[in-house]
């Protein structure tokens, strides 16, 4: 949605649906001034619906910020067509491991949120480096490693019912310290994100990348199994590598 308003203004927007119907619904617009990074696209504007004053949100509004969040999810896609699908397919694992772990809906509703916005601050890296087919200088590697804080600064702005832009920031941080960009251990890291690191490492070695082809699931097993208690959370990789091994398609 593109409207012409302030920061943070309130509008009464009218949002279409997929079937064609239409409801009104009061948004919070905020816009992302991706502008100063090469390759962007220029200026977008996001609106997402703003809640009430007691934070009880009607399930159609819950609805409609949803189908925006997938609608945003795609901008990714556009910009990196090499990892088409991924966060649909990261969201769909880790709403899978956050149902069977047994978190509460507004747990599983973040994840599921999260999951599918994780990789929103590519937008900020250039196509050409997030496309290159070859190995990485520091420089750019610098710039795709400051897409998880980028996504968090878009997101921070943009009131959503769910802390969805923690994961966005936190996603590819690891238990022993290690990750980035705070360096963040152990229970610092929150366990909805925890959740989604996981899907994100299984989903990520078992897809086609631009530097190398997609790894045989066995791959992906190993990596989890040999990370379990040092980079990733146990309980998670297990409940994960059992969903994986029962038949769970990504797709």
Not at 53 to 82: A, G, M, N
Not at 231 to 241: E, F, M, N, R, T
């Amino acid at each position: 949605l593109i409207n012409n308003g302030r920061r943070g203004d309130k509008r009464l927007l009218i949002v279409t649906r997929g079937d064609g119907s239409r409801v009104e619904v009061e948004a919070l617009v905020t816009e992302i001034d991706a502008s100063q990074s090469e390759g962007s696209g220029g200026r977008i504007v996001y609106s997402f619906a703003h809640s009430s004053s007691d934070h009880v949100i009607p399930e159609s509004t819950e609805k409609t910020i949803k189908s925006l969040i997938e609608t945003l999810s795609t901008v990714v896609e556009v910009r990196d067509p090499y990892t088409a699908g991924h966060q649909r397919r990261v969201s769909k694992l880790a709403t899978a491991i956050a149902t069977e772990m047994g978190l509460n809906s507004d747990q599983i509703d973040t994840v599921r949120e999260g999951a599918l916005l994780h990789d929103i601050g590519k937008i900020s890296v250039p196509t050409e480096i997030l496309s290159k087919p070859g190995r990485l200088t520091e420089n750019e590697w610098f710039l795709i490693q400051s897409h998880s804080e980028a996504g968090f600064r878009m997101l921070e702005r943009i009131e959503l019912p769910w802390p969805v832009s923690n994961i966005v920031r936190q996603h590819h941080e690891r238990l022993d310290g290690s990750g980035y960009p705070q360096g963040l251990r152990g229970k610092e890291i929150p366990f909805e994100t925890r959740v989604v690191t996981v899907a994100d490492v299984f989903e990520a070695i078992v897809s086609h990348r631009p530097y190398r082809p997609a790894h045989e699931t066995s791959a992906a097993i190993s990596e989890l199994t040999e990370g379990a208690g040092k980079l990733y959370d146990p309980d998670v990789v297990d409940c994960c590598l059992s969903l994986v091994g029962s038949g769970f398609s990504l797709d």
